[in-house]
């Protein structure tokens, strides 16, 4: 009697095996049919086993790219649901016995089981990454971009003018371009850390913040030291020369 399986459409058992050996045995006219059957059948297994490794590399690939924590959630629930799809299919596999096309069980329990390792890490990348996301939101997603925060009314040109200025810059230099700013009255923050972010997303690349902030400091030697070489100054007389 042919052995049930609780994923028959999926899985090739032991007893169906059998039944190919014995009809390519005899291969006679009446079998032929039945014979292409359990083929095609073994055939499909075989490509279940590429798709699952074809998926996990597609959620891996998901989930690194992912810019938002909605997006990472999203990979996130789809992963979990295929880790539990492959885990069934495995304990099922290993239970009720058979073969994936023509692999030893064995082969396929240690490739199913290596999958399975796999999407583990992958949720373990994607845990970590909605961790960083969470607590990046401000950095990720600015409220302002980086000419709202000059004054006048030709701002957008102005930002580009300083883009220009000071490119490649990411500590010192941005900190001259913010004290001589101020100095004129041409920018307006609440936050430094929001105000870093929008002058990184500008230009094109992340600022060392921390070095800006030791220039920024009033109390501070490097901001003291900075005065005194007169490049501050320098930025300001450029700043009398532009018509805001």
Known sequence: ???????????????????????????PEKDALELQ????KA???ADFLKWIKS????????????KSVEEINLVGADLGRFISFVTDY???????????????????LEKVESAIMRLRGIKEMIDGRREYLNSNK????????????????KRKKHARWLKK????????????????????????????????TSIGKYFGYTLNK????????KTSTDHELLVQSGKIETFVAKLSQKKW
């Open 165 to 196: 200025e000071f490119l490649g810059e990411k500590g010192k230099g941005i900190a001259i371009m913010i004290l001589g700013l101020e100095n004129k009255g041409k920018i307006r923050y609440d936050s430094r850390k929001d105000l870093y």
């Open 210 to 217: 921390s070095s800006i902030d030791k220039y920024l400091s």
């Open 43 to 45: 055939a499909k297994e």
């Open 55 to 66: 998926f996990t590399k597609e959620l891996d690939n998901k989930g690194r790219e992912a």
């Open 37 to 40: 059957r359990l083929r095609d």
């Open 1 to 27: 009697m042919k052995k049930k399986c609780k994923s028959q459409n999926l899985l090739i058992s032991d007893q169906e095996w059998k039944e190919i050996e014995a009809l390519e045995s005899r291969s």
């Open 138 to 153: 401000s950095i990720d997603k600015p409220q302002k971009e980086f000419w709202e925060y000059l004054s006048g009314a």
């Open 90 to 108: 495995f304990v099922t596999l290993k239970n009720e016995g058979g073969f994936m096309g023509s692999i030893p069980k064995d082969q396929v």
